[in-house]
């Protein structure tokens, strides 16, 4: 039987995102991309960290060579450094998007190259993108027509990557080449049940099942990696579910953020914990974070 979940912070994000554990300060980072904040949670100390920008942050990685952060902004790809909070964030790269579109989730491969996705800002266009960037800051386009990207997440022998189009509710999976870094074979994984909400955030656990949350299903599923077939499931006291990731000494704590953006007045009233970082510990861990080779 599952733990319950709690609530660890009741930050009122508009759309929490974002979740990564840093193995080295044994501290939670997740984002509040609208609210264009960057958080840090210290479990052990109960510390709550926030950092300002000026535009929308979405996606966040450590660095394995440099101090600081590996960030996607509206834009593209930057570096900012916590420790350093007045100094502005630095882009990297930037690819070039439609005006119309901006970065949204992202996370590195197990080889340290960050994948980050874009979206269309109103969620309805098909004109977002998968890059590919290295940690010699080259970036390489991998995927177009996608209408909100999220994840993506590998699995635990890191031959399959796995993606998320949010908004046409499809869950894709790609042959993935470690050593090239280069997807092939695309195909439809999974679409989940009507009234189940939407495939948004996901991670992979020691054992290779996927945690999948659901934007407007008020629950993260959990999945085997080759049927699909649902396993279990953590439902959460408010709608919109949007990141997770495994955290803790020994990452058996699984951390979860929500949204109240999308929510009308009467939703927000009865769902006061949207936007809250939620906890929930797991009899299973899950893998550590990769780290950005630049």
């Known amino acids: 039987m599952l733990a319950a979940p709690r609530c660890v912070w009741a930050a009122g994000a508009e759309l929490g995102e974002g979740t ?35 535009e929308e942050i979405s996606a966040v990685a450590e660095r394995a060579t440099q101090p600081g952060l590996l960030v996607t902004l509206r834009r593209g790809f930057a570096t900012f450094d916590p420790a350093r909070p007045s100094e502005p964030p630095r882009y990297l790269h930037q690819p070039g998007e439609p005006a119309g579109n901006r970065f949204n989730d992202g996370k590195c491969d197990p080889q340290g190259r960050f994948w980050g996705g874009t979206m269309d800002w109103d969620c ?12 010699d800051g080259g970036c390489t386009l991998h995927e177009r027509g996608i209408t909100v990207s999220n994840g993506p997440t590998w699995s635990a022998d890191g031959r399959t990557m796995y993606f998320n189009d949010t908004a046409p509710n499809r869950i894709l999976a790609y042959d993935f080449d470690p050593k090239a870094g280069t997807l092939s ?4 994984w ?4 009507p009234g189940e909400g939407y495939p948004d955030g996901m991670t992979t656990d020691a054992a290779g099942r996927l945690w999948i949350c659901q934007w407007g299903g008020a629950c993260v ?7 699909g077939v649902q396993l279990t499931r953590i439902e959460l006291p408010t709608a919109h579910i949007t990141n997770c990731a ?16 999308g929510l009308d007045a009467q939703q927000r009233q009865a769902q006061p914990l949207a936007g809250a970082l939620f906890a929930v510990d797991l009899d299973i861990p899950g893998l550590p974070a990769p780290l950005f080779g630049g």
Do not use: M
């Open 190 to 193: 999974l679409r989940l049940a």
């Open 20 to 54: 990564l554990w840093s193995q080295r300060e044994q501290a939670l980072y997740w984002v509040d991309i609208l609210g264009r904040r960057l958080h840090r949670l210290v479990p052990t100390t109960g510390a709550q960290n926030s950092w300002q920008f000026d």
């Open 246 to 261: 495994f955290g803790g000494p020994d990452l058996r704590t699984l951390y979860i953020t929500s949204a109240w953006s």
């Open 124 to 135: 309805k266009a098909p004109t977002g993108a998968l890059y590919r960037f290295d940690a």
């Open 185 to 188: 074979n695309r195909r439809n």
């Open 221 to 227: 599923s959990c999945h085997d990696p080759v049927s």
